[in-house]
């Protein structure tokens, strides 16, 4: 190999090493892409928030005649304020809420509301009836939360869960209700 080949490869030197970074970058883009999605998928986290309906859900089960419990869902890297937690009952005469068994929170300096208990996992609140009977019973559940990452929080999200005698659930979203529950017969933190 004479001096002149030696010179025009190290010339040539950089030019194969950007087509092989090129390369690399625009095989290994999608892999990045997939493995994100992957790791989405394991964690629960996103980098944009999500609907309030995929953050956080409610269902109801009928413990008894005169309980009820109502199952949080709460998705990883959310939360729900307790403060901001109502429930009530709709249509039902003669049936009030006694007493809502509130489980543990967790407490957080919040960008929003400051010092709040709030609810970073799934729970559940247990009302207690009184005028219980086996009849069907439709709750009203209002709630916020929020997505941590980014410090957005959700405007109050208001659902309508019916309870029937046996305990099968019917769930229905109402939109746009701001108005607190109706009173005597509701219960809050």
Known sequence: MNSLDLRRRVRMLPRHAMLCIASLVLFALPALAQTTSLLEKLTGKTAEPVSPDQAFSVTARRVNASRIALDFSVRPGYYLYKERLFVALK????????????????????????????YTKPFVLTLQLEGASHEPVTVVARYQGCYEAMGVCYPPETKTV?????????????????????SGRTASP
């Open 91 to 118: 249509g039902t005469p003669g049936v009030r809420i006694a007493r809502v068994d509130y489980p543990p929170t967790v407490t957080k300096q919040d960008q929003t509301f400051g010092r709040s208990e709030v």
């Open 162 to 182: 019916g309870v029937t005698a046996a305990g099968a659930v019917t769930d229905s979203r109402i939109s746009g209700h701001s108005k607190p529950p109706p």
